[in-house]
């Protein structure tokens, strides 16, 4: 079992910028894949970013070259730096997990709010 917190969302102005942090405890040693999904209201959960133990990024196009995802050395820490913020880029952000032996079968946080004014 892995158990994340996540931290740091909050009322922006667009064009601001934010940062999350996610703490993750449990069977941290597992641990092989950690991200950020959103969900904004009306609208399906979607993937924004992930970073796997050897550093590999992935980003959703929509958010490729104002978001950056990075990790600490212990590999159980990973923020979201959250810069140029848009309007659309207002959602619940949820950090994710998965463990080395399950894949893609993802812990989840209960999220925090990104909300950005126009």
């Known amino acids: 079992q892995v158990q994340l917190v996540e931290s740091g969302g909050g009322l922006v102005q667009a064009g601001g910028s934010l940062k999350l942090s996610c703490v993750a405890s449990g069977s941290i040693f597992s641990i092989h894949v950690m991200g950020w999904y959103r969900q904004a209201p009306g609208k399906q959960r979607e993937l924004v970013a992930t970073?796997?133990?050897?550093?590999?990024?992935n980003y959703a196009d929509s958010v490729k070259g104002r978001f950056a995802i990075s990790s600490d050395n212990t590999k159980t820490t990973v923020y979201l730096q959250m810069n140029s913020l848009k309007p659309e880029d207002a959602a619940v952000y949820y950090c994710i997990a998965d463990q080395s032996y399950r894949p893609g079968r993802y812990y989840w946080g209960k999220g925090t709010q990104v909300t950005v004014s126009s």
């Open positions: 970073i796997d133990r050897g550093g590999l990024t």
